[in-house]
């Protein structure tokens, strides 16, 4: 028999590749030899995927919830999957890390415009009855999105703005952990007790949090920016990247929340409780919670104002 001398040559290297790895390419051509052919619905699971939404009532509109905070943590997933490349990387350049970054602000430009299907993609009615069945879960207790913020920057820029000075040269993950802004956004304002939200998120997922930030105590996204060589940190491409992020992530996302919250959660006197017991009114404004990824690359007075040109503009639009 014939053997092309292409195929031939393709052979050879597989056969040193095996050699080398004190492998026996013979075994590896017999289970290719049996192996059944790949198809698309194998290959994503489809079959699992599709059976991983599961409502806990009867109304319609509960599976569109679901389907849309799984799609959301898929995002996510995309989104952590470039910020550990940009971690990893050494060789500071320009052309990667303005890749990444963009790559990153797709995907938070695809969650925001999504939220479109929260907002108005499901029946008020129905969502207020089915809401009930899922406490004390909620929206809130989304590890991966605080992973993204941990990633992005140090954990001291997450500090809740009010008490950020007083950390300012702590180098105590542990106390700079326990006054992170989202915790605030998970306590009864009366009591100041923690909701149990708040308990159980963080019996779940600070163990993960405390290790993620001690890696990357030296490493997150802006001080991997800040070791870049000067004319690479002045690039004027990776700068507007960077700061359209920022303003993805701590203004436009937050500010999504807030439009679905008013839909679903004000009424004409009054509010409705969110089902996790978060002050979403005081939690959610991008103005309140000031949280900045990048503070180098925005000036004092932007710094200040943070989010509030959007906040007012969406629940004061008369200004």
Same mark, same amino acid.
């Not at 008490?163 to 306590?187: C, H, M, P």
């Given at each position: 028999?014939?053997?092309?001398?292409?195929?031939?040559?393709?052979?050879?290297?597989?056969?040193?590749?095996?050699?080398?790895?004190?492998?026996?390419?013979?075994?590896?051509?017999?289970?290719?030899?049996?192996?059944?052919?790949?198809? #698309?619905?194998?290959?994503?699971?489809?079959?699992?995927?599709?059976?991983?939404?599961?409502?806990?009532?009867?109304?319609?509109?509960?599976?569109?919830f679901i389907m849309y905070h799984q799609i959301t943590e898929l995002y996510f997933k995309l989104i952590i999957h470039e910020q550990k490349q940009i971690i990893d990387d050494k060789l500071q350049n320009a052309d990667f890390f303005i890749k990444k970054v963009n790559r990153i602000n797709t995907y938070f430009k695809t969650l925001i415009s999504s939220f479109e299907i929260m907002i108005n993609?499901?029946?008020?009615?129905?969502?207020?009855?089915?809401?009930?069945?899922?406490?004390?879960?909620?929206?809130?207790?989304?590890?991966?999105?605080?992973?993204?913020?941990?990633?992005?920057?140090?954990?001291?820029?997450?500090?809740?703005?009010?008490?950020?000075?007083?950390?300012?040269?702590?180098?105590?993950?542990?106390?700079?952990?326990?006054?992170?802004?989202?915790?605030?956004?998970?306590?009864?304002?009366?009591?100041?007790?923690?909701?149990?939200?708040?308990?159980?998120?963080?019996?779940?997922?600070?163990?993960?949090?405390?290790?993620?930030?001690?890696?990357?105590?030296?490493?997150?996204? #802006?001080?991997?920016?800040?070791?870049?060589?000067?004319?690479?940190?002045?690039?004027?491409?990776?700068?507007?990247?960077?700061?359209?992020?920022?303003?993805?992530?701590?203004?436009?996302?937050?500010?999504?929340?807030?439009?679905?919250?008013?839909?679903?959660?004000?009424?004409?006197?009054?509010?409705?409780?969110?089902?996790?017991?978060?002050?979403?009114?005081?939690?959610?404004?991008?103005?309140?919670?000031?949280?900045?990824?990048?503070?180098?690359?925005?000036?004092?007075?932007?710094?200040?104002?943070?989010?509030?040109?959007?906040?007012?503009?969406?629940?004061?639009?008369?200004?």
């Open positions: 028999m014939n053997i092309d001398s292409e195929i031939a040559e393709r052979v050879k290297k597989l056969e040193e590749k095996y050699k080398n790895s004190g492998q026996d390419l013979g075994s590896y051509l017999d289970g290719l030899l049996h192996q059944r052919y790949l198809t #698309y619905w194998d290959y994503i699971h489809l079959d699992t995927l599709l059976s991983l939404q599961i409502p806990r009532t009867h109304f319609p509109d509960e599976e569109i993609g499901m029946d008020k009615e129905q969502f207020l009855q089915y809401r009930m069945s899922l406490l004390p879960a909620s929206g809130f207790q989304s590890a991966q999105y605080r992973m993204i913020e941990l990633y992005a920057t140090p954990l001291k820029n997450l500090i809740h703005h009010t008490v950020r000075d007083q950390f300012a040269t702590s180098e105590n993950l542990e106390e700079q952990y326990e006054n992170i802004y989202w915790k605030k956004g998970a306590v009864d304002t009366k009591t100041g007790e923690k909701t149990l939200t708040l308990k159980q998120f963080e019996y779940r997922y600070t163990p993960r949090f405390m290790r993620i930030a001690n890696e990357v105590v030296n490493t997150s996204i #802006y001080q991997k920016y800040l070791q870049l060589p000067e004319e690479v940190k002045a690039d004027e491409k990776l700068i507007s990247a960077m700061r359209a992020l920022d303003v993805s992530a701590n203004v436009h996302w937050p500010l999504m929340h807030m439009g679905s919250a008013y839909r679903y959660l004000r009424k004409e006197v009054g509010e409705v409780a969110a089902t996790g017991g978060t002050n979403w009114r005081n939690y959610l404004p991008p103005s309140f919670q000031k949280v900045i990824f990048f503070p180098e690359l925005w000036t004092e007075q932007e710094q200040n104002d943070w989010g509030k040109q959007w906040v007012d503009h969406m629940f004061n639009p008369e200004k």
